[in-house]
């Protein structure tokens, strides 16, 4: 049923019936939320209901449908309130000479049919190497605290909105093969696609830089923890719009050079299903139906579903063992280093930056 929300309000044709069993809205709402496309799910409802598709004997309760309406607006809020936050950085930086490139969120928002409703939780940038002189800006201008703990970007808050401002695009400390996928993710950055917007003048990396960079970042982030369905919608939209500008042999190069094309393959089949996009627009994407349904399943109820403790050094410790532990078919699925090899990296990465251990 959540599938099916999402295709419609993805704008994908679909002839497929599905059965609504009314009992079962909370439970939807509930996942949607979970995986970050309530007010996208929320969308589809809508308009299936506008069509007619769903009768008022199948529609969700009162109390679901003012549940999910209120997510949808406070998920526009927020959004808004990014984009505030985005323009008077941009503005700032500027008027420094300083470009701001954004990856993910905002940028990957412009491509969905309701912008606003593609959901946000902070925002990523990357100066072209002006990261040092922006933190110090802020800190002199608007006496912004800047937070040095993390690897690869510093964290900020501008009028309440959390901003990560890259050193890097990918953590090089984390993952010894993400130094070469940094180098041509560089390298490609020194081209993008510029945006202009309410009067500033944002950057987002171009077609071939922002396919590598979503690919790594999904991998990375699937096989640390989890993704959810928000990672696979904007896969879904951003091909849908940019197949054609993407160097497709080269990305899968490099993904077979990373172990990732079992990973791509999924990704692009999972997305095309969402999106109505043909996988002939997605070159030599092989079908591996059994691991495609593991990692939906897993996307949609992870085998490993526990929350991290808040408190505790060595709770957090052993939970984080665990958890790399039951998600080692992941590694092997999106890297080429061996497990012991990656564990004592980023061992060494944790010794660097201790406060990092507690981040999730």
């Known amino acids: 049923m959540l599938m099916h929300l999402l295709r419609v309000a993805l704008g994908t044709p679909t002839a497929t019936a599905v059965t609504i069993h009314s009992g079962l809205w909370p439970e939807v709402y509930r996942l949607s939320a979970r995986q970050g496309v309530a007010a996208i799910a929320w969308d589809g409802l809508q308009q299936l209901a506008s069509e007619g598709a769903i009768s008022p004997e199948q529609a969700p309760d009162r109390a679901t449908k003012l549940q999910w309406a209120l997510a949808a607006e406070r998920t526009k809020e927020q959004y808004l309130k990014h984009r505030r936050a985005i323009v008077r950085l941009a503005t700032i930086y500027t008027e420094a000479d300083i470009k701001m490139m954004i990856l993910k969120g905002f940028g990957l928002s412009l491509l969905y049919p309701t912008p606003e409703h593609r959901s946000c939780s902070d ?5 072209f190497g002006e990261q040092e002189r922006a933190d110090e800006l802020l800190r002199r201008r608007l006496n912004i605290k800047i ?25 090089i400390h984390a993952h010894l093969s993400n130094r070469d996928i940094e180098e041509q993710l560089r390298e490609r950055a020194e081209h993008p696609d510029i945006v202009e917007f309410e009067g500033c003048t944002i950057y987002v990396p171009n077609a071939d830089c922002h396919a590598l960079f979503l690919l790594r970042h999904a991998a990375a982030h699937f096989a640390a923890a989890e993704i959810v369905l928000r990672h696979v919608t904007d896969w879904a939209m951003f091909v849908k719009h940019n197949h054609a500008k993407i160097d497709w ?29 043909d996988l002939a627009l997605m070159p030599d994407t092989v079908r591996r139906p059994e ?66 251990i507690t981040h999730k």
Request: glycine share 4%; aromatic share 12%; net charge neutral.
């Open 123 to 127: 925002i990523d940038i990357w100066l």
């Open 147 to 171: 937070d040095e703990d993390k690897h690869h970007h510093t964290v900020f808050y501008l009028d309440g909105v959390m901003v990560e401002n890259h050193y890097d695009f990918l953590n």
């Open 249 to 277: 042999v080269w990305l899968r190069d490099v993904a077979r050079h990373h172990n990732m094309d079992r990973f791509l393959d999924a990704m692009n089949v999972i997305s095309s299903e969402l999106c109505n996009i």
């Open 291 to 356: 691991l495609e349904r593991r990692i939906l399943g897993d996307i949609l109820s992870p085998e490993f579903d526990e929350t991290m403790p808040e408190r505790g050094l060595l709770r957090i410790v052993w939970f984080k063992y665990r958890r790399w532990w039951a998600n080692r078919w992941k590694h092997r699925l999106v890297y080429r280093e061996g497990l012991i090899s990656t564990f004592l990296v980023q061992l060494r990465s944790h010794l660097l930056k201790p406060k990092s």
